[in-house]
Every structure is written in C-alpha cells, then in structure tokens.
C-alpha cells in the first residue's frame, strides 16, 4: 500500500535555531513531492516541489529550504528559524496524478 | 500563475441542510481534486475529478473543465462536515507539476 509519513507531528523551537521536518513515502517509486505551509487562517502556500532526487523548485524565497536526498525522502530545513516561520507544515505526494497529504507539522517558533 | 478562487469564504448550516460550494479556476488545468480539512488539521481526500461528476455517499461533485469551475455538493448535512473544503488544482511547469489551493470554504454545521 501507498502511504506517507511526516513527523513530528508538532514542535516548539526558539528563534534562532535550525529546523528539519522529514517526509518520506512508501509504496511508489519517483512521485511528486510537496512541502505546504498554512499560517493562521485558511490558505495553504506552497513552499516547495520536486519531481526527482536533487529537483527542487522553490516557489516563494524566504528562510527555508528544501532537500530530496532519495527517491522517496523530501526535507524541508532552516539554518536559523524566524517567529515568522510557525505554522502548520503539510508534506504531500503524488504517486500517478492525484496528491495525498501526511499528518502535518505544527510549528511554533518562540 | 494560476488563480483559484472558492465561495462562499464562509457557510453556516442547520444539520440536514443541503450546500454548494464553487471553485473557479483562472486557466486550463490537469486535475482538479476536493479536500476536506478536519480539526485536526489532516487533509482528507474528497474527490479527484479532474471532469465530470462523481458522487460518494451525501457528497457529490462536478467538474466543468471548459468552463473552469467546479462544485462540491453536501447533501443533508452532519455537524461531522464542519471543517474547510479546499479545491486544488494541477498544472503543468517546465519544472514539473504544480498543486494550486484556493482558500477554502469554512463550514459550519450546527446540531
């Protein structure tokens, strides 16, 4: 079966410090992967795709980045975390067209 | 880029009550799915409907792609719908496939 996993599911992290929130996904090989932020309030931005290992596409510049080391691993990291940067992060998949989402990352930056 | 538009922002309902929520979509797309966000914040997979209709149970939806709009229909209504409803659409970049939200619909389903 087909399934993603993203954790942990919330974090409370200090103005300054670094961040990594992990995505993988099992079940499929070469899928689409997507990195979502939702801040207060409803829109989900999207921060980052990939289409393979190394192919990141940032859509907004900002105090993030992306990685996506193998196939099925997509990283999202921050050498030094703003206040701005809380939120809710959602790591999604598209094995063939139609896109699956993980729990979540509930972020706080204090 | 794309722009996707959804209405109402906001909807509140009586329990049995029926609703359509619209998403309308600036350009041509590859798919076209509908979430449902619970509490929880976990995004459920509604529809993909990238045309046509589908039903599942109460809930039902329509996809017009030449007319660049789409309908989620809920029918007699729960206090377990309440949440947002999301659109998503697909396109296609020279850098790969994109996922465009609207702003969602929050529902409000009242015993």
């Known amino acids: 079966s087909q399934t993603i996993h993203q954790w942990p599911a919330t974090l409370v992290q200090p103005v300054g410090s670094p961040l990594s929130l992990e995505c993988t996904v099992e079940g499929t090989s070469n899928p689409n992967l997507y990195w979502y932020r939702q801040a207060a309030g409803r829109g989900l931005q999207l921060l980052f795709y990939?289409?393979?290992?190394?192919?990141i596409s940032s859509e907004v510049p900002q105090n993030l980045s992306a990685s996506r080391p193998q196939d099925r691993q997509f990283i999202l990291s921050s050498k030094k975390l703003l206040l701005s940067d809380s939120g809710f992060y959602l790591c999604?998949?598209?094995?063939?067209?139609?896109?699956?989402f993980g729990q979540g990352t509930r972020l706080t930056v204090v | 880029g794309i722009q996707v538009e959804q209405s109402p922002p906001d909807l509140i309902l009586q329990e049995g009550a029926n609703s359509t929520l619209r998403c309308n979509f600036s350009?041509?797309?590859?798919?076209l799915q509908w979430f449902h966000q619970n509490p929880w914040g976990q995004l459920i997979n509604l529809f993909y409907i990238p045309s046509g209709t589908k039903q599942n149970g109460r809930l039902s939806a329509t996809t017009v792609a030449t007319e660049r709009y789409s309908l989620l229909y809920i029918s007699s209504s729960q206090t377990t719908d309440s949440g947002v409803y999301f659109c998503?659409?697909?396109?296609?970049?020279?850098?790969?496939?994109?996922?465009?939200f609207g702003e969602g619909t929050q529902l409000t389903v009242n015993p």
């Open positions: 998503a659409v697909e396109t296609s970049e020279t850098s790969g496939s994109r996922l465009t």
């Open positions: 999604a998949w598209s094995p063939f067209a139609e896109a699956f």
């Open positions: 990939s289409v393979g290992i190394g192919q």
């Open positions: 350009d041509s797309v590859n798919n």
